[in-house]
């Protein structure tokens, strides 16, 4: 099923022209985990299911997904899913537990190598593509919903770790010890992420986007060397399937122009970078998506608006910006500052020209 989204009939979607540099009415925006528990409507949906029904439900994930389109207006869904998901269909058994994801059998030597497979995800993550065209059939080409999956180098640092880490030592560890069977699992894993955001295109997605969002624990020597071959493996991929790709990376202000090789179509940028000069060096390569700190929207709607308008003056309407966070979304932040957040985007100097 291909689903078709315009913002005005006649015109490409504002975030897919914002994705290749055309010029829009307006910068579009959305957030990183806009489906997620700061929402009542959300909460209220997962009371129901753990988070990995819900990620395998299709009604479920289909309804969380479009949530903040009804109610905040943004301009794009970004499926509910998790970037872990595609890892049982590797052979990993994940859990989501109160303290975040675990794995219960990670790699930890070179012989678990060979229980670890690349996953076809049209025959083994079936759930995943019902779920976009769910979406699509539910927003009835309302907005765009964007497909995503995690970057080769931050699955494995789970898949190593075994779950989340503050410096993910045993990932750093393997490879130091094991380079080349690190490479093949990166490999793997670049694979199934392929497969995996191809057929979220089948399903009917209209851009992608590739989360790294360990990769700044590397050098840009390293990341280049070991993280960005894997990704441009994915762009390549996903090149010919004809959608836009976006590469987040965190913690990655030194990364940057490693980044623009990757050969993505738009970056997303943590908060600790600076997106008007990344703009004037790169703007003629990528669009750049983000990349105000998700704290400040614990901030007062004034100080969040501030803070926006500041961002709209540096960018000066130059195209391919998309307005969106450093990092996701956290389950305590106040809807109505999320909403302030979105409402400012739509109209940073005040004009009143919303639309
Ligand atoms: O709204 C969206 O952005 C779409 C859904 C989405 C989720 N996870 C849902 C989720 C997306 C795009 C992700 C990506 C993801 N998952 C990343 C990359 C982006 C990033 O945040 O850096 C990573 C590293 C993960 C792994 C992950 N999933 C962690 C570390 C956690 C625990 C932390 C937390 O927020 O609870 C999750 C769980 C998770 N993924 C939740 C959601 C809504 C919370 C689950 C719940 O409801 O209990």
């Known amino acids: 099923m291909v689903c078709m989204t315009t913002a005005t009939p006649g015109t490409a979607p504002r975030i897919l022209a914002a994705a290749r540099r055309q010029p829009v009415d307006r910068a579009p925006v959305w957030m990183m985990r806009q489906a997620g528990r700061y929402l009542p409507e959300y909460r209220a949906v997962r009371e129901k299911a753990d988070f990995l029904t819900m990620c395998r439900t299709p009604a479920l994930a289909a309804e969380v997904t479009v949530q903040p389109v009804d109610i905040l207006g943004v301009d794009a869904a970004i499926l509910f899913s998790d970037i872990l998901v595609p890892l049982e269909a590797m052979g990993f058994e994940v859990a989501f537990l ?58 494995a640092c789970y898949a ?32 199934t992420v392929a497969s995996s955001l191809a057929d979220q295109v089948r399903g009917g997605a209209r851009m992608v986007q590739v989360f790294d969002s360990w990769g700044g624990i590397l050098d840009e020597a390293t990341w280049r060397a070991v993280a960005l071959p894997p990704i441009r493996k994915i762009v390549r991929a996903l090149k010919q399937v004809g959608v836009p790709v976006t590469l987040y990376v965190g ?12 050969g993505a179509d738009m970056l997303s940028l943590d908060w600790r970078c600076d997106l008007p000069s990344i703009l004037e060096r790169h703007g003629d390569r990528v669009a750049l998506q983000g990349n105000i700190d998700p704290c400040l929207l614990y901030a007062a709607p004034e100080r969040i608006r501030q803070r926006v308008r500041a961002l709209a003056e540096a960018v000066a309407g130059r195209p391919g910006h998309v307005w969106n966070l450093g990092h996701g979304l ?23 020209d919303q639309a």
């Open 251 to 262: 913690m990655s202000p030194h990364l940057v122009e490693a980044m623009v090789d990757s």
């Open 98 to 155: 109160d303290k975040g994801p675990r794995i219960a059998n990670p790699v930890r030597a070179l012989a678990d190598l060979d229980r670890v497979r690349v996953a076809d995800a049209a025959t083994e993550l079936p759930f995943v593509r019902k779920a976009v065209e769910e979406v699509c059939d539910r927003l009835a080409g309302r907005v765009p919903v964007i497909g995503f999956a995690g970057a080769p180098f931050t699955l």
């Open 160 to 191: 190593i770790d075994g779950g989340g880490s503050k410096d993910w030592s045993r990932t750093r560890r393997f490879l130091a010890e094991h380079p080349a069977a690190f490479a093949q699992l990166l490999d793997r894993m670049a694979d």
């Open 330 to 352: 956290l389950p305590d932040m106040p809807v109505a500052h999320v909403r302030a957040f979105v409402e400012a985007t739509r109209d940073p100097m005040g004009n009143g």
